[in-house]
């Protein structure tokens, strides 16, 4: 008895120890850019992407990228959220009790999407206003609740940064595709600039591609344009990757 207990004290110890320096044994001994490390950001971003290959995160995807500003926001927002929020629930991970795992994950990525929502309102008011309320939908995005509870629960601080990271980098690099071809072909501009030329009443009056007839596809400015555009990327991604084609 006397040997057990000495046993979970020590466990105990070595837990503690382990929260303080925020990486267990094994971390320690790896270093901070090993292959198994620099795979939980590589990956996220190719193989294992949370939109093209999990199918994940579909709704904003097709909400917030008819222009390229708020997809990036958008993106450095969930990027933020991911980051800390798998930081703070792999920090928390030994002292969450089991049955209430999934509200302390919403209290802690809740917290962080506000504090986000209030930096938006204060430096970027007016794309706050346009991502409207799907910077507070963060809170249900099935990628981040999924990576903290697949992966932040059960490793250490550091690789639950990089995950959240890769992750939240995958997400938002898709979201920033898809809104360049919709916003590009949509309206012939990137950021609010026009970049396909000036189209004015009549040809002689435009520039660029314009002068030579080019019209816009307005069908890009579309909710199922974006379905489209992510379905084409989809299928570029199983071209060159074979093996992420399910087999029958």
């Not at 992407?49 to 995807?61: E, H, M, R, Y």
């Not at 799907?134 to 639950?160: D, P």
């Amino acid at each position: 008895m006397a040997t057990e207990k000495k046993n979970i004290s020590e466990e105990k110890e070595a837990k503690k120890k382990e929260m303080i320096l925020f990486l267990s044994n094994s971390e320690e001994k790896e270093h901070f850019l090993s292959k198994g490390n620099r795979k939980l950001l590589s990956d996220p971003l190719d193989d294992n992407n949370p939109i093209t290959v999990q199918v994940l995160g579909i709704c904003s995807a097709l909400a917030i990228t008819v222009q390229l500003e708020p997809a990036v926001v958008m993106a450095i927002a969930v990027v933020a959220v991911m980051a800390f929020s798998n930081m703070i629930v792999s920090m928390l991970r030994n002292m969450i009790p089991s049955r209430i795992r999934i509200i302390v994950q919403l209290v802690v990525v809740a917290s962080l999407v506000v504090l986000v929502d209030q930096v938006l309102k204060a430096y970027a008011y007016d794309v706050s206003k346009q991502l409207s309320v799907f910077i507070g939908l963060i809170i249900t995005n099935c990628i981040v609740m999924g990576r903290l509870e697949a992966f932040a629960l059960g490793n250490g601080v550091y690789k639950s940064f990089l995950d959240g990271v890769g992750n939240a980098a995958g997400y938002g690099l898709i979201l920033v595709i898809v809104a360049f071809f919709r916003e590009l072909l949509g309206s012939g501009k990137l950021f609010g600039f026009e970049v396909l030329g000036h189209k004015g009443a009549t040809l002689a009056d435009s520039t660029g591609l314009y002068a030579f007839g080019y019209e816009n596809n307005g069908l890009m400015l579309l909710s199922p344009m974006a379905l489209i555009v992510v379905g084409l990327l989809i299928w570029v991604q199983r071209a060159r990757n074979r093996k992420l084609i399910e087999e029958n």
